[in-house]
């Protein structure tokens, strides 16, 4: 248990779907973040969320949507996915954003993608 | 711009071996920060270490040691008598000071490989 928790471990959708991906933590950081992860490139940051205020959104196609209800969970809503989304999307917190450089980030395990 | 390299794509050992992980990284910043994490077959990012740029002294911490050259921009990482377990993705990764702002930018990981 790393204390960022995702759910679900592995989601398979189809191209027409809607789902959404769950991150929750009980850390008492005030910043949380969505990555992705594919193969054989670096982790791309696609949102930061500090104090459930969305402070960062690095070009991400308008298919993927965050939520930030509170300071303790981060959700990601999935529609009409294409295949090349398929990923590994981590979750992390941190103290703040500001501080996470002295920091670092708590990961969570990552939602396994396949849009088929 | 900043980035973050590591050549070595894929390593494949035998337990006990000593093998060392290289990083090197751009950026023209003079305060900035160096992180490690390893990345299990699980999947969550496990936090290792966090250097500052204005600390070059070498760290050791059990089988693991990191040395921070800032003339060759290198923060390279060592595992002395690798065992199966420590088989994973190790991922280098830079933060710049930016406040509020400032990203951890990831190297693409290099996949270790520790055979018994």
């Known amino acids: 248990e790393t204390g960022v928790t995702q759910t679900p471990r592995h989601l398979v959708m189809g191209m027409t779907n809607k789902k959404s991906l769950k991150c929750e933590q009980h850390l008492g950081h005030n910043a949380m973040y969505w990555y992705k992860q594919s193969a054989k490139k670096p982790l791309e940051l696609m949102f930061v969320y500090s104090l459930e205020e969305r402070v960062e959104n690095n070009s991400v196609p308008s298919r993927f949507s965050p939520e930030c209800p509170n300071s303790s969970h981060l959700f990601l809503h999935l529609h009409t996915l294409q295949p090349e989304d398929s990923a590994l999307y981590l979750c992390?917190?941190?103290?703040?954003?500001?501080?996470?450089?002295?920091?670092?980030?708590?990961f969570g395990s990552g939602t396994r993608l396949t849009v088929v | 711009a900043q980035k973050v390299t590591q050549a070595q794509t894929e390593i494949s050992v035998v337990e006990k071996e000593d093998v060392t992980l290289d990083c090197v990284y751009e950026?023209?910043?003079?305060?900035?920060?160096l992180f490690w994490y390893k990345q299990p077959p699980s999947g969550e990012l496990v936090f290792l270490i966090r250097r500052n740029s204005f600390d070059e002294q070498n760290e050791i911490s059990g089988r693991y040691s990191w040395n921070f050259q800032k003339s060759t921009s290198s923060f390279n990482f060592t595992i002395t008598a690798s065992q199966v377990v420590d088989s994973a993705v190790y991922f280098c990764a830079l933060r710049l000071n930016l406040g509020s702002q400032g990203n951890l930018i990831f190297g693409k990981g290099t996949k270790l490989s520790v055979k018994p």
């Open positions: 992390a917190s941190s103290h703040s954003a500001r501080d996470r450089a002295n920091y670092g980030y708590t």
């Open positions: 950026t023209r910043d003079t305060t900035y920060y």
